[in-house]
Nanobody
Framework: QVQLVESGGGLVQAGGSLRLSCAAS????????MGWFRQAPGKEREFVAA????????AYADSVKGRFTISRDNAKNTVYQQMNNLKPEDASVYYC???????????WGQGTQVSVSS
C-alpha cells in the first residue's frame, strides 16, 4: 500500500520559513517524480514545485521561484520543500504528489496546513 505522509506545516509570520517533508512508503521511490501542490479554500489545487527521479531537474511555479526549494533523498524515500520568505498568499494546504516516470501511477498525500500571518 502506497503512503505519502506530509509533515512540517504550521503557523508562521510573514517573512518566516518552514520546511515540509513527505515520507513515502510502498513504492519504488526513485522511479517517481515528486512534487508539491497546494490548495487554498475556494481555489483550485495548483502546482508548486517538482523534482525528477534522478534529482537532475527541478521546476517551480513562478509565484514561489527564488523562495522555495524542493529536494529529495532517495535513500530516505523523502522529499522536502524549504519555504523561505513566506507570504500570506502562500497559506494553503500543501500536498505531496508522486508521479511514476513511465506509467500512469500517481499518488497523493493527505496534506499539511501552512498558515501565514501578516
Amino acid at each position: 500500500q502506497v503512503q505519502l505522509v506530509e509533515s512540517g506545516g504550521g503557523l508562521v509570520q510573514a517573512g518566516g520559513s518552514l520546511r515540509l517533508s513527505c515520507a513515502a512508503s510502498g513504492l519504488t521511490f526513485s522511479s517517481f517524480c515528486m512534487g508539491w501542490f497546494r490548495q487554498a479554500p475556494g481555489k483550485e489545487r495548483e502546482f508548486v514545485a517538482a523534482i525528477n527521479w534522478s534529482v537532475s531537474s527541478t521546476a517551480y511555479a513562478d509565484s514561489v521561484k527564488g523562495r522555495f526549494t524542493i529536494s529529495r533523498d532517495n535513500a530516505k524515500n523523502t522529499v522536502y520543500q524549504q519555504m523561505n520568505n513566506l507570504k500570506p498568499e502562500d497559506a494553503s494546504v500543501y500536498y505531496c504528489n508522486a508521479d511514476h516516470f513511465d506509467s500512469d501511477y500517481n499518488y497523493w498525500g493527505q496534506g499539511t496546513q501552512v498558515s501565514v500571518s501578516s
